[in-house]
């Protein structure tokens, strides 16, 4: 969120002070009006408390001809506009619109308080830009009282493969911020799951370039088809936050464009997305906001991206060279592409065509997206048809890892007596944290613990926001005639206990992750091991429900009789956790990223930290009179395992995961048959999946190739996937072509892609490890 990419402890305390405060209000609300009631005073009161935002008046122009193109009508609007008014629309204006301390009212303007505000130009009719974070949801609820779904994590969408649910759910996040006077998001999160420690990987979509490029591809078209502009992020390589403002990242050219790179170009040419945020990390020794190979050449010329890029939160750092290299847009401040840029201009630093074409490509961007033509209409956000999404987003992205001896689904008649242990869910589950964060109706349905007397004010990353959609409940209306009791967990010996007294003891566990930290460790936090292995020593019929950011250890895995993850499952994750446990809905879901067994079989069994700071000079203030210091060291990461991301790597190395990509159970089995490949222009692969079990289920059948021997690539890569519905016994036949360009190498040489000539296979299955067929084909010369 604004200011995030510092944390300094001090700016974090006023925020905490403002969303105390905006919590309490909404509480206040909740007890008076009941939830209906406070949603809809909420939604229309957006515009009722100060914030009005705007929208421009209406503009006689040739630019308002909706019969020419974005570009040219673009270019007749850069026509028009002085230098100050073109480097007005390139820069954010500081952090306006927020509370100031101790909650007092903003100073006015007519930013609607989300993450990022760039006044438009009356006169012109161009209008404000209003930008929210809403990667999961739209974000900052609880500071202007507005209510938005909180969706389940990216995870969860990236665990449906589903191309059709990645849509809806780029859709209602268009819908939801357009209902709330928003025209642009911050969300589309795709950096790769290089670092399985990552605080922001529930942001994301995996570890697969093709899966993450794809997935987003669909959401942002989607998002844009609301008329609200779309944003991929963060560009490139920002796979962990730990240094994430300090670290450089080292990565050989063809690693970058084979994997983290990817997904950006498939996301960026599959939606037309208007934006791409670069991150706040170097890459290869410049800053991703100054670094020319990644914005001029890969991104603009060779991705053919026509928008703009725009600076990750305090990411941009010169004037002249970040506009020569590609960025265009400074965030949230004005310190290098205000006066600055206007001074770099007059003094022939920066060509002024290069300014032109700057704004030529956030104007066309509005043109295309409907800005101008198509404003958003402020109303209340359908409360419902969030509910809906967010719970089917659950059903099919919750992912079934283990199921022994059929212990699920539970079957309601036959039980007595339920044991629902821990991670607070007799009320809520948890969701992630930092700028990506949705405020739950009424605040955290968990209060945050006190900190300890003496202790400053919790940091903005660390807090830890619960959704109240509660476990107990839904499991308790699935099984009305069973005793469903709760233990908190905190004590193992009581869990166990009640455990013990018990027909099925049901334990969620939960691992808060957040912007700004990563985990220390992919073992879950508080001791919640123990309390896994004390259930399933007293109860042989436990099942884990994983609540988590990251794939976790779990060293009881053996003891327990079934595993599910339903990552941080959203506003109405507990109705499809309940619906999934007692077999309402069938799973389908499939990882999009490799649980490792351990962090020593990770290609960074350590997660590289910043060093200490080794003199009072590497700590610096980053606000002029601020008290606070910040340990501004660079240290380096270098990516060496390259190309080996996720499964390549586990492959690579023959070390055998824990779960692996594209693995994940369902109620029913399936069989694969009848492989064909087809050579030629588009490849085609075609094969036949059958529900050989007693259920409806959808199977997601996955494509693999392995290149030929001596293109030095990993043993596969996925590259392509089709979601199958089946009834009971039912058979289809499957075909899907194969794009070229995944089947292709990047030959840093040349600085291009080519199709290595030999024989490639295909493999067939349901799980990266679970490949039954295969065919061998030969493409090129
Ligand atoms: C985050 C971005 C976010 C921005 C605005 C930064 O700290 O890295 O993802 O969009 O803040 O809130």
Known sequence: MFATWIAPNDWFGDRTTARAVAGRYLKLLVSLTGLLLMLSSVATGAGGQGFPGSQAPAV????????????RRA????????????????????????????????????????????PGIPRLGIPDLQMADAAVGVTRGAVYGRYSTALPSATSEASSWDLQLAHEYGALIGRELRNQGFNMSLGGGINLTREPRNGRTFEYKGEDPILAGKLVGQEMKALQEQGVIGDIKHYAVNDQESGRNFVDVKIDRRALRESDLLAFEIGVKESGVGAVMCSYNLVNGDYACENSYLLGQALKKDFGFPGFVLSDWGGTHSTAKAALAGLDMEMPGNTYFADALEKAVKNGEVPASRVDDMVHRILRTEFAVGLFDRPPDRKVVDIYSGFEVAQRVAEHGTVLLKNAQGQLPLRATRLH??????????????????????????????PPP?????????????????????????????????????DPGQDPATAAALAKASEVAIVFVNQPTSEGRDVPSLSLPDNQDALVSAVAAANPHTIVVLETGDPVAMPWVDKVSAVLEAWYPGIRGADAIANILFGDVNPSAKLPMTFPRTEADLPHPKLTQQPPPAFATDMVSPFPGSSFRMNTRRFEVAYDEGLKVGYKWYDAEGKQPLFA????????????????VEGGQAPTVSFRVKNTGAREGAEIAEVYVSLPAGAGEPPKRLVAWEKVHLAPGEAKPVSVSLDRHYLSTFNAEKDSWELVSGEYKIWVGGSSRSLPLSKTLTLGD
């Open 661 to 676: 990509f594209g693995y994940g159970l369902s109620y029913t089995s399936y069989a694969y048959s009848d492989l064909k």
């Open 60 to 71: 006689k122009g040739p630019w308002m001809d909706k019969s020419l193109s974005p570009d």
């Open 417 to 446: 007596s339920i044991a629902v242990i821990g991670s607070h869910s007799d009320v809520a589950v948890l969701s992630g944290g930092g700028s990506a964060q949705v405020d739950p109706p009424g605040g955290s349905a968990v």
């Open 450 to 486: 006190p900190p300890p007397p003496g202790a400053p004010a919790r940091a903005f990353f660390e807090r830890v926001v619960w959704d109240p959609s509660s476990p107990l409940k839904a499991l308790r209306a699935k099984a009305p005639h069973a005793k469903v009791e709760y």
């Open 75 to 118: 270019d007749l609007l850069v026509g028009q506009m002085t230098l100050e008014e073109k480097t007005s629309l390139l820069h954010g204006s500081g952090f306006r619109g927020m509370p100031g301390p101790g909650g007092a009212p903003p100073p006015p303007t007519r930013s609607l308080g989300g993450a990022g505000f760039i």
